[in-house]
């Protein structure tokens, strides 16, 4: 088959590569239905995480069951599935905890721009949906396997409660959804930091009340004007750099809470100076296995419809086009059809 593969920066290529088996008793292979670009593969897109060898890419998938190892017990052929990026066994210590993508057997996924994906350990990572679903709901099952599942860890880390005030910086598919789901949580006011008419425009879309251009310490000063001085209660970090983290934390009133989901790229936080902030931080790669069944429901029900995030289709063999138009910002997120 082939798939995408990243050669060095800026070097996508969509070439031949071996079909995926069964490896492990506990695998299972996948037809995927749709395949999708992350924010995240752009890091080493750009160079900025230098890959070492050609590195299949791709890590938000859902599709069709078509063969499962002889160990797997929950999953069946013929079943429509969403997983993680991270697999888990949902029965360790940390799953338990609700933190899957810290499981004692966690693999992160790769390889799943393509038509066909090997899934490890998927009765722990896999939830099928109630039945086959339609076309049209495909691109928001697809969203819930990642960048959903992370904006969602975004708003539950920054505690996002019912009439509180939310700020979400960035405006990324990630940071988008990250408004939705603060709205879906409660938030009586979400704040979305962007430029963007675009972008601007699907976070109106998705419930933000307010729309903030400016960045740095102009982006906290419109923060603590909009909010009478105090900061807001929740703050979503959805793109990690230092800046972006520095305005995230300032944003935030004393006694708030920073969800920081953005992978960290050069970001030192200054001890002291956060002492006195009084702000709680809390993040990581989101455990989108705990949040699966939830968001399943809520897209199934026709509640939310986070597959708006896509505003680019294009067919797999067109892979490296989706790339430069994500980078260059064309695109908010592409969605690839196999």
């Known amino acids: 088959m082939k798939g995408a593969v990243l050669y060095g920066p800026r070097d996508i290529r969509f070439e031949e590569r071996d079909a995926p088996r069964i490896v492990e008793p506990t695998d299972a292979i996948l037809r995927l239905s749709a395949a999708c670009i992350c924010g995240s593969d752009l890091w080493p897109y750009r160079g900025i995480s230098p890959v070492a060898e050609p590195t299949p890419m791709g890590h938000e998938y859902c599709g069709i069951v078509e063969e499962v190892g002889k160990a797997v017990k929950s999953i069946r052929p013929g079943q429509f599935v969403i997983g993680s990026f991270a697999t888990s066994d949902n029965t360790c210590p940390h799953c338990r ?11 992160f996924m790769s390889g799943a721009q393509a038509p066909v994906l090997r899934v490890p350990h998927v009765d722990g990572t896999l939830v099928a949906t109630p039945e086959l679903p339609p076309a049209e709901m495909i691109p928001s099952l697809l969203a819930v396997s990642d960048v959903l599942g992370t904006g969602w ?10 009439g509180k005030t939310a700020v979400v910086v960035g405006d990324g598919a990630v940071g988008l959804l990250g408004v939705l789901a603060a709205r879906q949580l409660g938030a009586q006011r979400v704040i979305a930091m962007s ?11 998705f419930g933000a009340t307010d729309i ?4 740095g310490d102009a982006g906290v000063a419109r923060i603590k004007e909009l909010t009478k001085g105090v900061g807001a209660d929740s703050v979503l970090e959805c793109v990690g750099t230092q800046e972006s983290m520095m305005q995230a934390i300032h944003a935030t009133r004393p006694g708030g809470s920073v969800g920081y989901v953005g992978v960290p790229h050069g970001v030192e936080l200054n001890g002291e ?35 708006k995030v896509f505003d680019l289709t294009l067919p797999l063999d067109q892979v490296a086009e989706g790339y430069r138009a994500m980078d260059e910002r064309r695109a908010i997120k592409v969605l690839l059809r196999p």
């Open 97 to 107: 905890y609700g933190y899957q993508s810290s499981c004692v057997h966690r693999e």
């Open 153 to 162: 860890f975004a708003a539950v880390a920054a505690d996002v409660q019912p």
């Open 195 to 205: 430029r963007h008419p675009a972008r601007q425009q699907l976070a109106r879309e």
């Open 212 to 215: 903030v251009t400016e960045r």
């Open 273 to 307: 100076e956060l002492f006195y902030t009084h702000v709680r931080l809390h993040g990581g790669p989101a455990p989108v296995r705990r949040f699966l069944p939830d968001l399943i429901d809520l897209v199934w029900s026709g509640k939310m419809n986070p597959g």
